[in-house]
């Protein structure tokens, strides 16, 4: 019995420790789903551009730097580092079709150090925009041996596109005295997509020295917004920010530049910030009024009067009042000129009459619309409705007469009868005095 239990112990601790050297086995053999390669240089990057700086390229564009970045992952320092390309059809050198895409190292490379190749290549105009795999090999030498190492590498790289920013304003043309809404468009007119676009209205003049000119009068306007997040941009597309700007009299005539710097991600995932100037033309503001429209009597012809009133800060040009019929008004069109509309005195105007008939007395319903041309030449119109009496003359002067008499009559009778009243007087003193 007790050889058995000795036995049966020595069979459980052999199984435990089988047990226990495969979970070892299964963590530490060379069945990784990693693969793992040692040696004196580690590939770490690949990208259009130079050390410090990606490029996004456009497929057409010529002698372009293409940079791969290595490590020295090695103990020791090395040196007279040589690299080669190689990329899929349609990349070549840049001294050339067939020539090899070659690259030196300008120093030695310390042990745990980075160093990089950059190789100068032209891309066909027929690539498209997406990921390409290519292949590196690296020639070097270890300090104090002789003989050349070299090591091989395999990655991707992206012809990215190039994003393309600018900015305009929908309409240019801004009012002075007045708030105006604005809309911005902010376009994309490359081939590489460009995300977390955040845009901010800058005020240039604070940061600038006493002795340098600005270039913007964005101080002396007020708006109302001055930051927009507008996020992922397309190629090809737009997007659009909206503010509301007020702008001071003294601006009028003016152009104003409304600096913005605006901060992206371009395809490469790096962030970018640029400067844009959106310009506006500040034109006066020009607010006219019909007043006081009413008929008179002008050289025996019924005429409609009135006065144009321009409570703004700028004259109108080229105006002409035009009168028209509404209804079953009978009155024929008809247009006057009137030449500027200022703003410091109120311009009148007056239209004769003519009908076409019988002329109708009573009311008319008509419509008189004022034309003129504002500083950029644009033409605008005011239109006022109005209805007015035209009176009978016939009517008009038999309700006259009569009225005259009405107050004739009684003075005349009055005359009379202290006319009559004297001569009485008189005849009665005669009488007495014979």
């Known amino acids: 019995m007790i050889k058995f239990s000795l036995f049966a112990l020595i069979v459980v601790l052999v199984i435990s420790q089988l047990f226990i050297l495969d979970?070892?086995?299964?963590?530490?053999?060379?069945?990784?789903?990693?693969?793992r390669k040692f040696g004196d240089v580690k590939y770490l990057d690949?990208?259009?551009?130079?050390?410090?700086?990606?490029?996004?390229?456009?497929?057409?564009?010529?002698?372009?730097?293409?940079?791969?970045?290595?490590?020295?992952?090695?103990?020791?320092d090395i040196t007279g580092i040589r690299g080669?390309?190689?990329?899929?059809?349609?990349?070549?050198?840049?001294?050339?079709?067939?020539?090899l895409i070659l690259a030196d190292s300008d120093s030695s490379s310390l042990a745990g150090d980075t160093f990089t190749l950059t190789f100068f290549v032209n891309i066909g105009d027929d690539l498209e925009i997406k990921q390409y795999p290519g292949s590196a090999k690296v020639d070097?030498?270890?300090?104090?041996?002789?003989?050349?190492?070299?090591?091989?590498?395999?990655?991707n790289f992206k012809v990215t596109g190039d994003s393309i920013i600018n900015m305009r304003a929908l309409d240019p043309f801004l009012t002075s005295l007045q708030t105006n809404h604005i809309v911005i468009e902010v376009s994309n007119d490359?081939?590489?997509?460009?995300?977390?676009?955040?845009?901010?209205?800058?005020?240039?003049?604070?940061?600038?020295?006493?002795?340098?000119?600005?270039?913007?009068?964005?101080?002396?306007?007020?708006?109302?917004?001055?930051?927009?997040?507008?996020?992922?941009?397309?190629?090809?597309?737009?997007?659009?920010?909206?503010?509301d700007v007020y702008i001071p009299e003294s601006l009028k005539g003016e152009t104003l530049r409304v600096p913005m710097e605006l901060t992206y991600f371009n395809a490469h995932g790096d962030r970018h910030t640029i400067s844009r100037i959106v310009d506006f033309y500040i034109k006066g503001l020009i607010d006219a009024k019909i007043y006081?429209?009413?008929?008179?009597?002008?050289?025996?012809?019924?005429?409609?009067?009135?006065?144009i009133i321009n409570e703004g800060n700028e004259d109108a040009l080229f105006g002409f009042v035009t009168l028209e019929p509404m209804g079953d008004s009978n009155i024929i069109p008809s247009t006057q000129f009137i030449d500027e509309i200022d703003t410091d005195s109120p311009v009148p105007f007056n239209v004769q009459l003519e009908f076409d008939g019988e002329t109708k007395y009573g009311e008319h319903d008509i419509r008189i619309t004022v034309r003129y041309k504002d500083s950029l030449r644009d033409?605008?119109?005011?239109?006022?409705?109005?209805?007015?009496?035209?009176?009978?003359?016939?009517?008009?002067?038999?309700?006259?007469?009569?009225?005259?008499?009405?107050?004739?009559?009684?003075?005349?009778?009055?005359?009379?009868?202290?006319a009559y009243l004297q001569i009485k007087k008189r005849k009665q003193k005669a009488t007495q005095t014979s």
Request: hydrophobic content about 40%; cysteine-free; glycine content about 8%.
């Open 23 to 35: 979970v070892f086995a299964q963590v530490s053999s060379g069945d990784s789903p990693f693969e």
């Open 46 to 76: 690949a990208f259009f551009g130079i050390p410090d700086e990606k490029m996004e390229v456009d497929p057409g564009d010529r002698n372009v730097p293409f940079t791969v970045v290595f490590a020295n992952v090695g103990t020791q």
């Open 84 to 99: 080669q390309l190689s990329l899929p059809f349609g990349f070549s050198s840049a001294d050339g079709v067939g020539s």
């Open 140 to 155: 070097y030498s270890r300090l104090r041996e002789s003989g050349v190492r070299n090591a091989f590498f395999d990655f």
């Open 190 to 243: 490359g081939t590489a997509p460009i995300s977390g676009v955040d845009i901010v209205a800058t005020n240039t003049a604070t940061a600038i020295s006493s002795t340098t000119t600005s270039v913007t009068n964005i101080e002396k306007v007020v708006i109302l917004h001055t930051n927009w997040d507008i996020g992922h941009i397309n190629p090809g597309s737009a997007k659009y920010l909206e503010a």
């Open 292 to 307: 006081d429209v009413r008929v008179i009597d002008l050289s025996g012809k019924p005429t409609v009067i009135g006065e």
């Open 379 to 418: 033409e605008k119109f005011i239109i006022h409705d109005a209805t007015i009496f035209i009176n009978d003359p016939s009517k008009s002067q038999k309700s006259d007469l009569d009225s005259s008499q009405l107050i004739i009559l009684p003075i005349v009778a009055g005359i009379g009868i202290f």
